[in-house]
């Protein structure tokens, strides 16, 4: 579905990602661990079309889009849920999914209706302006916004910083309901253990800008496996 071939991007003439390469297929989770610096959301940006690659392939479904803007990409259902959530904080929630659902084809109050089915606690939150949210429920908003584009691959960054447990829970359940009825796939950079473990396939780890290592999920348990590679333990 979605493959990054030899791989290097970075901010003006300094590389922070060196010939990386990774897939993801249908219905795939992959989750992405590394030290801070080491690429992670670098890597997203690059996927999503926020940094253009200096040089290597980004392919989706055998066709390469490493030069198309954002835009584009989303256009082609590749869907980018950015550290710190980056909602319209002036926006109601209405409006900020509204925004959301700007890039495809159907009716725009149809689609943010069927999202919000997923989304029972945004619902009575639909007047409010997005600033005015909690950090959790901002998360969920920014997560809804993707979905309105109707993504077959979502590009997640850091989706549990500094939200509540419960929250966490709910997106959990969200995320594994939407690949078992949409066969959505994930790009997900995470450093909760527990949460990546739940939702990843596998796991993939950066180091200074290169994949270095795969994981199975279960391995994440272990505290002396997690040092070795990440330098933090669950």
Do not use: W
Not at 189 to 216: K, P
Request: glycine share 10%; net charge negative; charged share 25%.
């Amino acid at each position: 579905m979605l493959a990054a071939k030899d791989l290097v991007s970075g901010y003006g003439r300094m590389p922070i990602l060196h010939g990386l390469s990774l897939q993801v297929s249908d219905g795939e989770y992959v989750g992405i661990l590394g030290h801070n610096g080491m690429g992670k959301t670098t890597l997203l940006r690059t996927l999503i079309g926020h940094v253009r690659p200096m040089s290597g392939s980004i392919v989706l479904d055998g066709t390469e889009i490493g030069a198309l803007p954002p835009h584009r990409r989303a256009k082609l259902r590749i869907g980018y849920v950015p550290q710190g959530r980056d909602i319209f904080p002036a926006l109601t929630v209405r409006e900020n999914l509204l925004m959301g659902a700007l890039s495809g084809a159907e009716k725009r109050a149809s689609v943010v209706e069927e999202v919000l089915e997923d989304f029972p606690r945004l619902v009575r939150l639909l007047d409010r302006n997005g600033g005015a949210l909690s950090g959790g429920e901002q998360q969920l908003l920014a997560i809804a916004r993707c979905l309105c584009g109707k993504p077959r691959i979502m590009l997640l960054d850091e989706p549990t910083e500094g939200i509540q447990p419960s929250i966490i829970d709910e997106i959990v359940d969200l995320l594994q309901a939407l690949r078992k009825r949409a066969g959505l796939s994930i790009v997900l950079v995470e450093q909760n253990l527990d949460f990546i473990h739940a939702l990843s396939d596998r796991v993939l780890i950066i180091h200074r800008g290169e994949i270095t290592q795969t994981l199975e999920p279960d391995h994440l348990a272990d505290p002396e496996v997690v040092s070795e590679f990440v330098g933090m333990s669950s």
